[in-house]
């Protein structure tokens, strides 16, 4: 990661057909059809490798889980107040102020029950085009993740990615699959405050099809999302999965 090309990007102007679990993943993957509605006129946000940074405010309220320098004098912090027991970790956006407190400018939208809410983030290198963050949700496997469009100083909440990547570990003489953090391998396109978000390598687990089946194995190129300014929305083989809403 180069530091100053991290700075320059984000200084935030101001302001079925899956197999079971148990099954072989289909071998030739799919084009997605959500992969190609924009054209040329889609923006690409690459990853940004950013480290991870020791604490740099201090203070008696908050347990800081992960910091990451996002823009000059501008950080995101994981963290979680240490008296709170139902909201759970939070995203900060603050500045550090001389006397180590933080000057905190946007929160985001609690994690809840989850143990973990790792930030991946993805920029164009326009700082009018915000950033894209996708948090990993879970304890010691990957519940999903949450996507957030960091921009105006305002972490917005752009909804829910219910897949992990898939990895195989030994574990007692036993090789058993496990369910990681799949945001290293997303790519997000954007385009007139939409998103799409695809994935790279070989498969991926969708824990829900929206259609009646669970813990479903697909090839990455045949699962989706998108973003269309108001929800976001699951894609399999092209074709749009609408969670149902109660009436």
Same mark, same amino acid.
């Given at each position: 990661?180069?530091?100053?090309?991290a700075i320059l990007i984000?200084?935030l102007a101001?302001c079925?057909?899956?197999?079971?679990?148990?099954?072989k993943?289909?071998?030739?993957?799919?084009?997605?059809a959500?992969?190609?509605t924009?054209?040329?006129?889609?923006k690409?946000?690459a990853?940004l490798? =950013?480290p991870?940074?020791?604490?740099?405010v201090?203070?008696d309220?908050l =347990?800081?889980y992960?910091?990451h320098q996002?823009?000059?004098d501008l950080?995101?912090m994981a963290a979680?107040?240490?008296?709170d027991k139902?909201e759970?970790l939070r995203l900060?956006l603050?500045?550090?102020?001389p006397?180590s407190?933080?000057?905190?400018?946007a929160?985001s939208a609690p994690a809840y029950d989850?143990s973990?809410?790792?930030p991946?983030?993805f920029?164009?290198?326009?700082?009018?085009?915000?950033?894209?963050?996708?948090?990993?949700?879970?304890?010691k496997?990957s519940?999903?993740?949450k996507?957030?469009w960091?921009k105006?100083h305002?972490?917005r909440?752009?909804?829910w990615?219910d897949?992990a990547?898939?990895?195989?570990?030994?574990?007692d003489?036993?090789?058993?699959?496990?369910?990681?953090n799949?945001?290293?391998?997303?790519r997000v396109?954007?385009?007139?405050?939409q998103?799409k978000?695809?994935?790279t390598?070989d498969s991926?687990q969708?824990?829900?099809?929206?259609?009646?089946?669970?813990?479903?194995?697909?090839?990455t190129?045949?699962?989706?999302y998108r973003y269309?300014?108001r929800q976001?929305v699951l894609?399999?083989d092209?074709?749009?999965?609408?969670?149902k809403?109660?009436?």
């Amino acid at each position: 990661m180069k530091t100053n090309a991290a700075i320059l990007i984000l200084a935030l102007a101001a302001c079925n057909s899956g197999d079971a679990p148990d099954k072989k993943v289909a071998d030739v993957p799919l084009e997605n059809a959500a992969d190609t509605t924009w054209g040329t006129s889609a923006k690409n946000y690459a990853l940004l490798d =950013l480290p991870n940074l020791d604490d740099n405010v201090k203070g008696d309220t908050l =347990l800081v889980y992960t910091t990451h320098q996002v823009g000059n004098d501008l950080f995101v912090m994981a963290a979680k107040n240490k008296e709170d027991k139902r909201e759970g970790l939070r995203l900060y956006l603050y500045t550090p102020r001389p006397d180590s407190t933080a000057d905190v400018l946007a929160v985001s939208a609690p994690a809840y029950d989850s143990s973990t809410m790792l930030p991946t983030y993805f920029t164009t290198g326009d700082t009018a085009d915000g950033v894209v963050i996708l948090a990993n949700f879970g304890e010691k496997e990957s519940w999903g993740q949450k996507v957030f469009w960091l921009k105006g100083h305002e972490f917005r909440d752009l909804g829910w990615l219910d897949v992990a990547h898939r990895e195989w570990k030994t574990r007692d003489d036993s090789t058993v699959q496990w369910r990681t953090n799949i945001a290293p391998f997303a790519r997000v396109q954007g385009h007139n405050d939409q998103f799409k978000i695809t994935f790279t390598g070989d498969s991926l687990q969708l824990f829900d099809d929206l259609a009646g089946n669970q813990e479903r194995m697909f090839a990455t190129g045949r699962i989706a999302y998108r973003y269309d300014g108001r929800q976001m929305v699951l894609y399999e083989d092209g074709q749009e999965r609408l969670p149902k809403h109660p009436l």
